[in-house]
């Protein structure tokens, strides 16, 4: 099993690109997330989704949409970019409730 | 809603000393709490956890966490530390219902000092 999945590592924006982060996951699990982690802020939720078609909004949504057509994939939109949005970007797969987290190795966004 | 705190951000510690990363809770429903760690540049991963049960949990790396229900906390405990656990420790805290969105601390970061 190669876990959860992210691409790219890193990625330079300039105010106003989109872009989409990839996260894809190959252990069935229903539950995936998005988190973008700040230094002294810990991991905040953007967007999570308990199974294929069905998303939710977490703490910080704005600026980012996703969707989730499958259940292995679950990309982050980032719609126009803004420097606020420089940050660490990590997708989180789980299977239910009570059960252990799996990370993917995060990616790197800086937005000039 | 249910919310963590971690009071430290910042813990040093000689290496083979003892340590204790604090965490509390809140919330008015019975809850989940987890420990995870991150290394340097990489993805988060579980050290531990509390469901239900006995309130002493053991989890890898030697660590272990006490769940006190009257004082809402979820230390983290290790007896002797080595170099190897330099890194940072989240805390996080769920409900045991359903799909329940997973609420982390802000971290604290353990360096060892040799």
């Known amino acids: 099993n190669a876990g959860v999945t992210q691409t790219p590592k890193f990625q330079v924006l300039k105010t106003g690109q989109s872009m989409t982060l990839q996260c894809a996951q190959d252990?069935?699990?229903?539950?995936m997330s998005w988190y973008r982690q700040d230094p002294g802020m810990g991991l905040r939720l953007i967007h999570y989704?308990?199974?294929?078609?069905?998303?939710d909004q977490g703490e910080v949504p704005n600026g980012y949409n996703v969707s989730r057509s499958t259940t292995e994939d679950f990309p982050l939109r980032l719609l126009s970019a803004a420097p606020s949005q420089t940050s660490v970007y990590f997708c989180?797969?789980?299977?239910?409730?009570?059960?252990?987290?799996?990370f993917g190795p995060g990616t790197r966004l800086t937005v000039l | 809603a249910q919310s963590v705190t971690q009071l430290d951000s910042q813990v040093p510690v000689f290496e083979e000393a003892p340590v204790e990363l604090r965490c509390n809770y809140s919330?008015?429903?019975?809850?989940?709490l987890f420990w995870y760690v991150q290394y340097p540049n990489q993805g988060l991963q579980l050290l531990l956890k509390?469901?239900?049960?006995?309130?002493l949990v053991k989890g890898i790396n030697g660590f272990e966490a006490e769940f006190n229900k009257s004082q809402t906390s979820f230390h983290l405990r290790k007896p002797s530390v080595h170099i190897s656990d330099t890194a940072e420790y989240f805390c996080?805290?769920?409900?045991?219902?359903?799909?329940?969105?997973?609420?982390f601390g802000t971290g604290t970061k353990l360096q060892v000092i040799p």
């Open positions: 989180a797969s789980r299977l239910r409730v009570g059960n252990e987290q799996f």
């Open positions: 252990m069935n699990h229903e539950y």
């Open positions: 989704s308990v199974g294929a078609g069905i998303t």
């Open positions: 919330s008015s429903v019975s809850v989940y």
């Open positions: 509390y469901l239900s049960g006995s309130t």
């Open positions: 996080a805290v769920s409900l045991p219902r359903g799909y329940q969105k997973v609420t």
